[in-house]
């Protein structure tokens, strides 16, 4: 038996579960190895130590501070179990109930991916709105904005009417235009309803057309009243000639017999003739004595054709009438004392135009 | 060391029934040898009693799983080191045995120096030489592998059969018999290192 095999017999030796025959080679080689006896003795000795060491005394109140930590675990039981009883559920309920939330899950992601973009769209358009660039555009929020603008635009007293950039110009009250407000204001109030408002330059109502094309309630203006802008569109020098509260174009065929007749017909009727600028009349009539006026110059006329729209705006009760006021309380910021007179003696300004044929 | 006397297979049943009184009758007969396992393989009281007890609340807990009664001493054995083993990862996580390890220098005024292992047998008249010895011997256990040390304390300080080892360990008693002797011969190398 060599060493190698004797030392792993120690234990075997030690617990005695060699047979005596393997016991009797073993001493023998041990008295003839001082090596493996060596070895031999020191694990002797370690196992003696090992089995010498005895047990130790479990430390007082083992038991009543288990009892106590059971105790504490069980306080904290019922959260764990409510959380924990899930588990306990049969299939039969728990997939069910999962599949329910999954396609909730999967709803609730639908919709959110839905809005979204919506949400995006809207911030874009928002954006459009506040962009003056955008102003072709047609957007329900950019179009009631427009809207309030042209209100406002209305409301202000300007001579010219802005165009869309002037906008914010023209939103500037001009000082001169407040103090006559001011100043006329009171007079003003009682007659301001009888007086015509301005016609939009063909411009303006080429711009308002396209911008509020089939949405705004505007005022529209008929086919023939754009026809009588576009031929009033030359610029005025005169103030007064600039803004007439109703206009008449008067077509004839001798120049000098029509107006010497138009002479005629305002002084028949009680009238004026305030300012004459080549083809252009500015007459004061009585407001009583207006319609017999017009009914003259029909006949005069080879076709006399009136303004409808403010015909229209110049009747009471009318849609318009209101906005047509405003426009008048600004017009008449402008207005002279004479043509202020006129007015408070219940009297009609009409600007009459001579075309000839 | 004399082997625990058996459990009846009556009160482990009662306990499983949540029996109080058959709980607390299980602690009292096994809470030396578990609260021993756990002492020999922490080498610390205060560890080895959290642990013991720890040991219990999970036998309170999950006794009612236990199929076989009769396996009851194998299966309280296989609870208790598992806990061992978990402890002591964590122990050895937080370096809670490097600061005292045997191997490590003490430090002196004139430097360090290697730590001398007060071997009893050297002076055999002295009083607590038993107790020297059980130091000696915890020390040594604490040199050796895990599962080595746990062989030794299964068998030679908590006297297990090879069966019983066997049935707590999962293991043939032939490797049993192989793992243990290597384990003796390892301690025995520590311990005359020590001496040294």
């Given at each position: 038996?060599?060493?190698?095999?004797?030392?792993?017999?120690?234990?075997?030796?030690?617990?005695?579960?060699?047979?005596?025959?393997?016991?009797?080679?073993?001493?023998?080689?041990?008295?003839?190895?001082?090596?493996?006896?060596?070895?031999?003795?020191?694990?002797?000795?370690?196992?003696?130590r090992?089995?010498?060491?005895?047990?130790?005394?479990?430390?007082?109140?083992?038991?009543?501070?288990?009892?106590?930590?059971?105790?504490?675990?069980?306080?904290?039981?019922?959260?764990?179990?409510?959380?924990?009883?899930?588990?306990?559920?049969?299939?039969?309920?728990?997939?069910?109930?999962?599949?329910?939330?999954?396609?909730?899950?999967?709803?609730?992601?639908?919709?959110?991916?839905?809005?979204?973009?919506?949400?995006?769209?809207?911030?874009?358009?928002?954006?459009?709105?506040?962009?003056?660039?955008?102003?072709?555009?047609?957007?329900?929020?950019?179009?009631?904005?427009?809207?309030?603008?042209?209100?406002?635009?209305?409301?202000?007293?300007?001579?010219?009417?802005?165009?869309?950039?002037?906008?914010?110009?023209?939103?500037?009250?001009?000082?001169?235009?407040?103090?006559?407000?001011?100043?006329?204001?009171?007079?003003?109030?009682?007659?301001?309803?009888?007086?015509?408002?301005?016609?939009?330059?063909?411009?303006?109502?080429?711009?308002?057309?396209?911008?509020?094309?089939?949405?705004?309630?505007?005022?529209?203006?008929?086919?023939?009243?754009?026809?009588?802008?576009?031929?009033?569109?030359?610029?005025?020098?005169?103030?007064?000639?600039?803004?007439?509260?109703?206009?008449?174009?008067?077509?004839?065929?001798?120049?000098?017999?029509?107006?010497?007749?138009?002479?005629?017909?305002?002084?028949?009727?009680?009238?004026?003739?305030?300012?004459?600028?080549?083809?252009?009349?500015?007459?004061?009539?009585?407001?009583?004595?207006?319609?017999?006026?017009?009914?003259?110059?029909?006949?005069?006329?080879?076709?006399?054709?009136?303004?409808?729209?403010?015909?229209?705006?110049?009747?009471?009760?009318?849609?318009?009438?209101?906005?047509?006021?405003?426009?008048?309380?600004?017009?008449?910021?402008?207005?002279?004392?004479?043509?202020?007179?006129?007015?408070?003696?219940?009297?009609?300004?009409?600007?009459?135009?001579?075309?000839?044929? | 060391?004399?082997?625990?006397?058996?459990?009846?297979?009556?009160?482990?049943?009662?306990?499983?029934?949540?029996?109080?009184?058959?709980?607390?009758?299980?602690?009292?007969?096994?809470?030396?040898?578990?609260?021993?396992?756990?002492?020999?393989?922490l080498d610390n009281s205060e560890e080895?009693?959290?642990?013991?007890?720890?040991?219990?609340?999970?036998?309170?807990?999950?006794?009612?799983?236990?199929?076989?009664?009769?396996?009851?001493?194998?299966?309280?054995?296989?609870?208790?080191?598992?806990?061992?083993?978990?402890?002591?990862?964590?122990l050895k996580r937080r370096q809670y045995f490097n600061s005292d390890s045997l191997d490590d220098p003490i430090e002196t005024e004139d430097g360090s120096m290697p730590r001398a292992i007060y071997d009893p047998s050297d002076n055999p008249e002295i009083l607590f030489e038993k107790k020297m010895i059980q130091q000696l011997i915890q020390r040594g256990l604490l040199e050796l592998?895990?599962?080595?040390?746990?062989?030794?304390?299964?068998?030679?300080?908590?006297?297990?059969?090879?069966?019983?080892?066997?049935?707590?360990?999962?293991?043939?008693?032939?490797?049993?018999?192989?793992?243990?002797?290597?384990?003796?011969?390892?301690l025995?190398e520590v311990l005359e290192r020590f001496s040294h």
């Amino acid at each position: 038996m060599d060493c190698e095999k004797v030392r792993d017999r120690f234990s075997s030796l030690w617990e005695k579960e060699l047979s005596p025959f393997e016991e009797k080679v073993f001493k023998e080689h041990l008295s003839s190895c001082p090596k493996c006896k060596r070895e031999f003795e020191q694990f002797e000795k370690t196992m003696r130590r090992l089995h010498s060491v005895g047990e130790v005394e479990v430390p007082e109140g083992f038991l009543p501070e288990l009892y106590k930590k059971i105790e504490e675990k069980k306080g904290a039981v019922p959260g764990e179990k409510s959380g924990g009883r899930w588990f306990h559920f049969p299939l039969s309920f728990k997939l069910p109930v999962q599949a329910v939330a999954m396609v909730a899950i999967v709803f609730l992601m639908l919709y959110l991916t839905k809005m979204m973009p919506m949400e995006g769209d809207r911030l874009k358009e928002t954006k459009q709105t506040s962009s003056p660039l955008s102003v072709q555009e047609k957007p329900e929020g950019a179009l009631t904005q427009r809207e309030v603008k042209e209100e406002r635009r209305a409301l202000e007293p300007t001579t010219e009417t802005p165009r869309p950039k002037d906008v914010e110009q023209a939103k500037a009250p001009v000082p001169g235009e407040e103090k006559i407000e001011q100043a006329y204001a009171p007079q003003v109030k009682g007659e301001v309803k009888k007086v015509e408002t301005p016609p939009p330059t063909s411009e303006f109502m080429a711009y308002r057309q396209k911008e509020s094309k089939g949405v705004a309630k505007e005022i529209t203006p008929s086919p023939q009243a754009g026809k009588i802008e576009r031929e009033l569109a030359v610029p005025e020098k005169s103030f007064v000639a600039s803004k007439p509260p109703q206009e008449i174009i008067l077509r004839i065929s001798d120049r000098e017999k029509g107006i010497s007749r138009l002479h005629e017909l305002v002084k028949q009727f009680g009238g004026e003739v305030v300012t004459a600028e080549g083809d252009r009349f500015l007459a004061s009539l009585p407001t009583s004595s207006l319609s017999e006026f017009k009914k003259e110059l029909e006949r005069l006329s080879s076709s006399v054709k009136t303004d409808q729209l403010l015909a229209k705006k110049h009747a009471r009760g009318s849609l318009g009438f209101e906005q047509g006021a405003k426009r008048e309380e600004g017009d008449e910021k402008s207005k002279g004392p004479a043509k202020l007179a006129a007015e408070m003696e219940n009297r009609t300004i009409v600007r009459i135009l001579l075309v000839q044929e | 060391m004399t082997a625990s006397p058996k459990i009846q297979k009556e009160i482990i049943e009662s306990c499983k029934a949540g029996d109080g009184k058959a709980f607390a009758e299980i602690v009292l007969h096994r809470q030396k040898k578990v609260f021993n396992i756990a002492y020999r393989m922490l080498d610390n009281s205060e560890e080895a009693k959290d642990l013991a007890q720890e040991v219990f609340i999970s036998v309170f807990e999950s006794i009612k799983d236990l199929k076989e009664e009769i396996k009851f001493d194998a299966w309280l054995t296989q609870i208790t080191l598992n806990h061992c083993r978990n402890r002591w990862k964590y122990l050895k996580r937080r370096q809670y045995f490097n600061s005292d390890s045997l191997d490590d220098p003490i430090e002196t005024e004139d430097g360090s120096m290697p730590r001398a292992i007060y071997d009893p047998s050297d002076n055999p008249e002295i009083l607590f030489e038993k107790k020297m010895i059980q130091q000696l011997i915890q020390r040594g256990l604490l040199e050796l592998k895990e599962d080595q040390r746990e062989l030794l304390v299964l068998r030679d300080l908590q006297g297990f059969s090879y069966r019983e080892m066997g049935e707590t360990l999962g293991l043939p008693e032939g490797t049993i018999k192989s793992k243990l002797h290597r384990a003796r011969m390892d301690l025995k190398e520590v311990l005359e290192r020590f001496s040294h």
